[in-house]
């Protein structure tokens, strides 16, 4: 396996096939990724370690998407493939077979994930403290006075830092345990190594998707403004279904990142 080098518009393009890749079969992805939010949903009831299995969840998720990405990128466009079966069928066994095929290094790397995120979190709350204590009131509203505090400012800032490299460490890493067979510990540190040497395109995929957010999150809340004036309930139901095809799409991305990063010996 080799490390690559791309160019910083690269990250562009990542967000670009990201797009067109969802757009072929939207309905596939969006099932897909509340799929495993169900699954997520229902662990985090678990008793006492129900959080923990949860955020465990989150590498297995990833790599779900990433391999039905893969398989979509590599299909012709249409509802069904060459031989006749559903595009949505042949997603959905790609992504389940691509977690099942690598299910003991999926629980390490869930393992070790929710390890580094409870460190950072308890690294930021020794430094600053928790920022959502007495943020929100009796009746889960925030606080104006305290969300718009330079200690509540600073606590968020603080928890995003010590998570970034949490994040890259993680980026590539359920990818690289299933399609290069790469040791759990190890495919944390090709990533990080990767994303950091590739830290112009990681940066612009960024920003371009921090755009596409934004743009999308503008267009929802017109569209639930106008929704909730004739129901409430279904202006909420666009705010937070939109949030979940943004989340899908930009998971489908992750998989042009990867493809690009790493190379077969």
């Known amino acids: 396996m080799k490390l690559l080098l791309v160019a910083p518009r690269t990250g562009a393009q990542w967000v670009r096939e990201g797009l067109q890749t969802f757009r072929r079969a939207p309905m596939a992805f969006f099932s897909l990724f509340m799929l495993f939010m169900s699954a997520i949903a229902l662990l985090s009831r678990v008793p006492v370690i129900g959080g923990a299995l949860a955020v465990a969840l989150a590498p297995a998720s990833t790599l779900a998407l990433m391999a039905a990405a893969e398989q979509a990128s590599c299909l012709p466009p249409g509802r ?39 460190l950072a979190g308890l690294l930021a709350s020794a430094i600053a403290g928790d920022p959502m204590a007495g943020a929100f009131d009796a009746q889960g509203a925030p606080k104006p006075e305290v969300i718009q505090s330079g200690a509540f400012q600073f606590a968020m800032l603080l928890r995003m830092a010590l998570y970034l490299p949490v994040a890259l460490a993680f980026w590539h890493a359920p990818a690289l345990v299933h399609w290069h067979a790469v040791p759990p510990v190890k495919s944390l540190f ?25 743009a999308g999150s503008i267009v929802l809340s017109l569209v639930a403004s106008v929704a909730m004036a004739a129901a409430g309930s279904v202006g909420v139901a666009v705010l937070v279904g939109g949030s979940f095809v943004l989340t899908a799409m930009f998971l489908t991305s992750t998989w042009f990142s990867f493809r690009d990063c790493f190379q077969a010996d």
């Open 80 to 118: 069904v493939t060459p031989d006749g079966r559903p595009v949505t069928a042949v997603l959905f066994m790609s992504a389940l077979g691509a977690v099942r095929s690598r299910v003991r290094p999926l629980v390490a790397l869930g393992a070790l994930y929710g390890i580094a995120v409870t």
């Open 190 to 214: 090709f990533s990080l190594v990767t994303c950091v040497r590739n830290f112009g395109a990681m940066a612009v995929y960024g920003l371009v998707w921090f755009a596409v957010v934004l």
